[in-house]
Nanobody, 120 residues
Framework: QVQLVESGGGLVQPGGSLILSCAAS????????MNWYRQAPGKERELVAA???????SIDFTLKDRFAITRDNDKNAVYLQMSSLKTEDTAVYYC??????????????WGQGTQVTVSS
């Protein structure tokens, strides 16, 4: 059974850092394009970061100086490192696994999401 479980969210002050983890089971992360999306209240879900099957990483250009995505094949997990967090980064962050790099399809797998709140 395919499962994605996110962890690491929480409340952080502006300027702080967080590392989100996505533990996968039922498939191997290196066989899929792994992605992090986020959805803020009242907004569309947006792609934040992606890593392809070959390990190529892509970060939203507005976030590339603060966010990074990595993959650990041994742990079958993907991580999102976030630094210099801003209030506008507040959102539910979702882990996603798909067959196509940078393209969301109806066959993608999704985690349940983890809340990140940036507030003083």
């Amino acid at each position: 059974q395919v499962q994605l479980v996110e962890s690491g969210g929480g409340l952080v002050q502006p300027g702080g850092s967080l590392i989100l983890s996505c533990a996968a089971s039922g498939f191997t992360v290196e066989g899929y394009a792994m992605n992090w999306y986020r959805q803020a209240p009242g907004k569309e879900r947006e792609l934040v970061a992606a890593i392809s099957q070959s390990g190529q990483a892509s970060i939203d250009f507005t976030l590339k100086d603060r966010f990074a995505i990595t993959r650990d094949n041994d742990k079958n997990a993907v991580y999102l490192q976030m630094s210099s967090l801003k209030t506008e980064d507040t959102a539910v962050y979702y882990c996603n696994a798909g067959t196509l790099f940078l393209t969301r399809t109806s066959g993608d797998y999704w985690g349940q999401g983890t809340q990140v709140t940036v507030s003083s």
